[in-house]
């Protein structure tokens, strides 16, 4: 697994839950996840992040750039 890729960790009202994204891999799926708290939702960040890179191997798709400290995160 790739440790550079971003984990967005928010805290949901409306779930009542900290809810993860990762915004480098919006094009295959939505990934999210969640926890009841802050270090639970890591974790399963962490693990979700497998899924989409698993994906991008078996379709033979290179994996998308990691989001870093100055460049810009694109949302699709």
Same mark, same amino acid.
């Given at each position: 697994?790739?440790?550079?890729?971003?984990?967005?960790?928010?805290?949901?009202?409306?779930?009542?839950?900290?809810?993860?994204?990762?915004?480098?891999?919006?094009?295959?799926? +939505? @990934?999210? *996840?969640? /926890?009841?708290?802050?270090?639970?939702?890591?974790?399963?960040?962490?693990?979700?992040?497998?899924?989409?890179?698993?994906?991008?191997?078996?379709?033979?798709?290179?994996?998308? +750039? @990691?989001? *870093?400290? /100055?460049?810009?995160?694109?949302?699709?």
């Amino acid at each position: 697994m790739d440790d550079r890729y971003s984990l967005i960790i928010q805290w949901s009202d409306e779930d009542e839950c900290f809810v993860v994204t990762l915004p480098e891999f919006t094009d295959v799926m +939505q @990934p999210a *996840t969640h /926890g009841d708290t802050y270090e639970e939702a890591a974790k399963n960040g962490r693990e979700l992040l497998e899924t989409p890179i698993e994906i991008y191997k078996e379709d033979g798709k290179p994996l998308p +750039q @990691p989001n *870093t400290l /100055g460049r810009s995160i694109q949302v699709v």
